[in-house]
């Protein structure tokens, strides 16, 4: 039971957290409530540790030794070196997909590091620096973290095709009953999910002053009282008047779903996924 059966690796801003919320209500799966981060950040504090993390908040009302155990943190899919960490782990993991329209993700991504108070330039000024601006730092890359297909592959050297289960995001919004049933099946588990309505999980508020976020990270450290108390002002404030200085530019979206065409045939082409939703 301590061993992990599977894992979401990815990808981020792609619905893995209500992927995981939505696997939780079943008696028999437990996913814990937070990434962890093991293959990623924490590798040097060993598989005994990580062990500890994946069992430690279970619910009383599951029974532990028939739980299935899986986790979910998607930076799995985009650094380099987590899939052969994964298989030194474990070489017989099931692993979960779940992508989305990779402008959009692109985007709510972009959007994510302006809420983190990581990112102060407008959008289109990253991804027409993406390049220059991911060699001092590989997560300003907004758009090379929507190539699925070159995450896919880089698992592919490590593990068979038929240890992978591949989700589109926007068929879970449609139809959660089917993708959960195949999902299920694809872990060989019972499927008792009865609610299947959709948690809005990991929903993005932005801060309404921006700049001031930006600034409280640099200069004061996050787990501080002064710096805690800021960010929820300022995250609280644009609850009340929403910021509407961030929308996706017509002219752009149009331009990038064009470049993603070549990356989104050939995930298709591997998977079998009907990416032309994204087209339209």
Not at 38 to 59: H, N, V
Not at 84 to 94: A, D, E, G, T
Not at 117 to 126: H, M
Not at 131 to 142: A, S, V
């Amino acid at each position: 039971m301590s061993k992990l059966s599977f894992l979401i690796i990815g990808t981020m801003k792609s619905g893995t957290t209500t992927l995981a919320d939505l696997l939780n209500k079943s008696s028999s799966i437990h996913l814990p409530s937070s990434e962890i981060h093991f293959f990623d950040k924490e590798y040097d504090l060993g598989f005994d540790w990580y062990k500890d993390q994946i069992i430690k908040d279970i619910p009383l009302h599951k029974e532990k030794s028939k739980l299935l155990i899986g986790e979910k943190t998607p930076t799995y899919s985009y650094i380099a070196n987590c899939p052969k960490r994964i298989f030194s782990y474990s070489n017989n993991l099931k692993l979960v997909w779940i992508f989305r329209n990779p402008v959009k993700r692109s985007f709510s991504n972009y959007l994510h590091a302006v809420k983190k108070g990581n990112e102060l330039r407008s959008f289109k000024f990253c991804i027409e620096n993406e390049k220059i601006r991911m060699q001092e730092d590989i997560f300003k890359g907004y758009l090379e973290r929507s190539k699925y297909i070159k995450q896919v592959k880089r698992f592919l050297k490590f593990f068979d095709i038929s240890q992978m289960h591949f989700i589109l995001f926007e068929d879970l919004l449609i139809n959660p009953k089917t993708v959960i049933s195949k999902l299920m099946d694809f872990l060989e588990c019972e499927n008792d999910i009865q609610d299947l309505e959709l948690p809005y999980s990991n929903k993005t508020f932005l801060p309404r002053f921006p700049i001031l976020r930006y600034g409280t990270k640099k200069l004061l450290k996050q787990d501080s009282f002064l710096f805690k108390a800021i960010n929820k002002v300022n995250l609280n404030l644009n609850q009340l008047i929403p910021n509407k200085k961030y929308k996706l530019d017509k002219e752009i979206e149009k331009n990038l779903t064009d470049y993603f065409l070549p990356y989104n045939k050939r995930l298709s082409e591997l998977t079998t996924l009907d990416t032309s939703i994204w087209g339209k």
